[in-house]
């Protein structure tokens, strides 16, 4: 029986169509321009003939694409071009440029003035790291999802490591994360000294491993002051053995604050991890904040909204989006007197010694409580 629903999980995790760079620099203003940096350590694949694939790239290459996100459609849905048929770009993702950086100084140069133009905050980065089984453009056009859903002010920046994009590639994944690390320290540092005084640094799956492994090495470096930039970490369903987790937190400490772990209970892709690798749970799906109790992290549990797979919740629904683009008041309330917490995010807030649970419950459900 096991045997059938690890079969079953691979089969729909394996289903959809993959998403691709589709370059039309005419379908500008007709949806919204999205601005992505981006530093990727992919290689070009001889198979596939894709430059940036799934082979791994010793030399960081650094990049900047406007994503067009289309009007037609619905929050937290990616809606890409149909091979063989014309792109329509009222309802299909399409990239309007993509520019490629001769050197990590005109990268610098680049992402200085982008920072420098922002209005809100200042000088905030947000690096998001994706996760197993996503190629470039998946990445790259997720990032642009959440930016325009989530009406992000910041500057986004994406790191792209090198999945095999693929259901059955797992344990290449899991080596291209532990190749990835210095690509991602390097990008880290590259965005501070762009002129970057906040990073927030957002990773789903498997690149919670990857962002877990990198703030180690930085923590073991010595270098501190580029770990105090770092502003806040947000881990969506992390695809992460619990107990490496933990080790890398003591590495790290203190963590930057705020900590956020989205779960969910229901997650049947971190299930198949977990059959994969033996274990009866990973972070992303623990079953209570009591698991980490002795740590300064806040954990969401988004189970209440799974629809699928139920592996990127926090991205796929309207309902959360609309819940989480208010998401750097949590911070606040969280360190505000603890009979103001009930109702945040729309949720309850427990907490567990230094770990605090957000439960998070449809408005409807909210209602009849």
Same mark, same amino acid.
């Given at each position: 029986?096991? !045997?059938?629903?690890?079969?079953?999980?691979?089969? *729909?995790?394996?289903?959809?169509?993959?998403?691709?760079?589709?370059?039309?620099?005419?379908?500008?203003?007709?949806?919204?321009?999205?601005?992505?940096?981006?530093?990727?350590? !992919?290689?070009?694949?001889?198979?596939?003939?894709?430059?940036?694939?799934?082979?791994?790239?010793?030399?960081?290459? =650094?990049?900047?694409?406007?994503?067009?996100?289309?009007?037609?459609?619905?929050?937290?849905?990616?809606?890409?071009?149909?091979?063989?048929?014309?792109?329509?770009?009222?309802?299909?993702?399409?990239?309007?440029?993509?520019?490629?950086?001769?050197?990590?100084?005109?990268?610098?140069?680049?992402?200085?003035?982008?920072?420098?133009?922002?209005?809100?905050?200042?000088?905030?980065?947000?690096?998001?790291?994706?996760?197993?089984?996503?190629?470039?453009?998946?990445?790259?056009?997720?990032?642009?999802?959440?930016?325009?859903?989530?009406?992000?002010?910041?500057?986004?920046?994406? =790191?792209?490591?090198?999945?095999?994009?693929?259901?059955?590639?797992?344990?290449?994944?899991?080596?291209?994360?532990?190749?990835? !690390?210095?690509?991602?320290?390097?990008?880290?540092?590259?965005?501070?000294?762009?002129?970057?005084?906040?990073?927030?640094?957002?990773?789903?799956?498997?690149?919670?491993?990857?962002?877990?492994?990198?703030?180690?090495?930085?923590?073991?470096?010595?270098?501190?002051?580029?770990?105090?930039?770092?502003?806040?970490? *947000?881990?969506?369903?992390?695809?992460?053995?619990?107990?490496?987790?933990?080790?890398? *937190?003591?590495?790290?400490?203190?963590?930057?604050?705020?900590?956020?772990?989205?779960?969910?209970?229901?997650?049947?892709?971190?299930?198949?991890?977990?059959?994969?690798?033996?274990?009866?749970? !990973? *972070?992303?799906?623990?079953?209570?904040?009591?698991?980490?109790?002795?740590?300064?992290?806040?954990?969401?549990?988004?189970?209440?909204?799974?629809?699928?797979?139920?592996?990127?919740?926090?991205?796929?629904?309207?309902?959360?989006?609309?819940?989480?683009?208010?998401?750097?008041?949590?911070?606040?309330?969280?360190?505000?007197?603890?009979?103001?917490?009930?109702?945040?995010?729309?949720?309850?807030?427990?907490?567990?010694?230094?770990?605090?649970?957000?439960?998070?419950?449809?408005?409807?459900?909210?209602?009849?409580?």
């Amino acid at each position: 029986m096991r !045997r059938f629903v690890l079969v079953a999980l691979i089969v *729909v995790a394996g289903c959809g169509e993959r998403g691709a760079v589709t370059l039309m620099p005419s379908a500008k203003g007709i949806g919204t321009s999205q601005g992505i940096f981006i530093g990727t350590t !992919r290689g070009a694949d001889p198979e596939t003939g894709e430059a940036l694939g799934r082979e791994r790239s010793d030399k960081t290459k =650094y990049m900047r694409m406007d994503i067009s996100v289309p009007p037609d459609r619905t929050e937290g849905q990616i809606t890409w071009p149909t091979p063989g048929r014309p792109v329509d770009p009222s309802k299909e993702f399409v990239a309007l440029n993509q520019v490629t950086f001769d050197s990590s100084a005109a990268f610098r140069q680049n992402l200085s003035a982008a920072l420098a133009r922002q209005k809100v905050r200042g000088p905030e980065a947000i690096i998001f790291v994706h996760g197993f089984d996503t190629n470039f453009a998946e990445g790259v056009y997720r990032l642009a999802q959440l930016g325009h859903d989530m009406k992000l002010k910041s500057t986004l920046i994406h =790191y792209s490591w090198p999945s095999r994009a693929s259901a059955l590639g797992y344990v290449y994944d899991r080596d291209s994360v532990m190749f990835a !690390r210095d690509g991602l320290d390097s990008l880290i540092g590259q965005v501070r000294a762009a002129g970057a005084r906040r990073i927030l640094i957002v990773a789903h799956s498997m690149g919670a491993l990857l962002v877990m492994e990198s703030l180690r090495d930085l923590a073991v470096a010595g270098d501190r002051d580029v770990l105090s930039n770092i502003s806040g970490v *947000v881990l969506l369903s992390p695809d992460m053995d619990v107990d490496v987790f933990r080790q890398d *937190v003591q590495r790290i400490k203190p963590l930057p604050q705020p900590f956020m772990i989205f779960t969910s209970k229901t997650d049947k892709a971190l299930r198949l991890s977990a059959f994969l690798t033996g274990e009866d749970q !990973r *972070v992303g799906n623990l079953a209570s904040a009591a698991d980490l109790s002795d740590l300064k992290v806040t954990i969401v549990d988004t189970t209440a909204f799974s629809t699928g797979l139920g592996h990127f919740n926090m991205g796929d629904s309207p309902a959360l989006l609309a819940l989480l683009s208010q998401i750097s008041s949590v911070d606040a309330a969280l360190e505000s007197d603890p009979s103001k917490r009930l109702g945040l995010l729309g949720g309850a807030v427990l907490t567990v010694q230094n770990a605090t649970q957000i439960i998070l419950s449809p408005v409807a459900a909210i209602a009849n409580q």
